[in-house]
């Protein structure tokens, strides 16, 4: 674990304006977020979105609807009655949700959803002419030699062969963008949970998958071809190369971020130790208790910056 009190340089251009890397954005009449239900022609992004500075993504929309209002309460924000209705509401797709500067939004299962959101959510801070945005993965994952429930903070994203890169097949080319994360917002994230001080928190790299069973190394799929002690050299030796815990969507993440510039983070809670069994099967209310862990921290760093700004 990154010591609480190292000191990172952070950024000097943070405070600048989105991005977009795609020069054919700017030349078009009308941009349809289709998955999002949204359009620059048919709704106000700068008047809506603006004044965003956080974005947090999570798998369920459940899960983002219960972020936001968690937000709410802790930046004084809500009040009784208080709605926070679907900004996608015209599509299942996706679910949107905003309170004062953070926007909460689910991105659903897996690499495909997840860069799908992002093109769309990217394109959408660039037309509401956002500025200093941070973002933030918060979600679940499997852990690797560590105890269940605690929170990993991702240095680097890397592939199931353990590459710290993102491949793709663009125009039947192969394309390879980095997967670094931004290391000054690693070190505030570690010195937030320090302030908590709540649960056990690591960081470590992330190993992106493309799916849970088999690549994944799980001996519970309809699919396996490989033994239990093919499974642990394959999960010890991802621990060696400080790996710390597995899910399905940061690599692109890490990658779509890094291009358009944005700084980002990955906080997930880890809900077994994959060391020792496949499973999982924790009680649901403990289950209910790790998940809000990466929100607590999240919040928790959103409120120290927004105090200090």
């Known amino acids: 674990m990154a010591s609480p009190g190292a000191e990172t340089k952070k950024p000097g251009n943070h405070n600048d304006f989105v991005q977009l890397c795609n020069p054919h954005v700017a ?4 941009d349809v977020l289709y998955h999002f239900s949204l359009s620059t022609s048919t709704h106000d992004f700068p008047t809506m979105f603006g004044d ?6 999570g798998g369920s929309p459940s899960r983002m609807k219960t972020f936001i209002k968690y937000m709410a ?12 209705p679907d900004i996608c509401e015209g ?9 004062g500067p953070v926007l909460s939004v689910s991105h659903g299962m897996g690499i ?6 992002l093109h769309e959510l990217i394109k959408l801070l660039y037309h509401a002419r956002c500025s200093g945005v941070t973002v933030i993965r918060i979600g679940t994952s499997g852990g690797i030699g560590v105890e269940p429930g605690s929170v990993v903070i991702t240095r680097q994203a890397v592939d199931g062969c353990f590459k710290q890169e993102f491949e793709q097949i663009v125009l039947g080319k192969r394309v390879v963008r980095n997967t670094h994360l931004d290391d000054w917002l690693v070190q505030e994230l570690v010195r937030c949970s320090a302030d ?3 649960f056990p928190t690591v960081v470590g790299n992330t190993m992106c998958t ?3 069973y088999e690549g994944q190394g799980r001996l519970d799929g309809a699919l396996c071809s490989y033994a239990e002690k093919d499974k642990q050299e394959y999960l010890r030796a991802a621990y060696e190369a400080g790996i710390r815990n597995i899910e399905m969507e940061s690599s692109v993440f890490a990658a779509m971020c890094n291009a358009c510039g944005l700084r980002a983070a990955v906080v997930c809670v880890t809900l077994l130790n994959r060391l020792e069994g496949d499973q999982i099967s924790s009680p649901h209310e ?19 910056c927004l105090a200090a700004a």
């Open 196 to 198: 908590l001080g709540e």
């Open 210 to 212: 493309l799916d849970f």
């Open 286 to 304: 403990v289950l209910v208790e790790y998940q809000k862990r990466p929100q607590r921290l999240v919040g928790h760093f959103i409120k120290k």
């Open 27 to 30: 030349a078009m009449k009308e």
């Open 52 to 57: 965003v500075k956080f974005v947090c993504v």
């Open 91 to 99: 599509t299942d797709r996706y679910a949107m949700f905003k309170v």
């Open 73 to 84: 309460e802790e930046l004084g924000l809500d009040h009784p009655g208080a709605e926070y």
């Open 112 to 117: 495909p959803s997840i860069a799908i959101m």
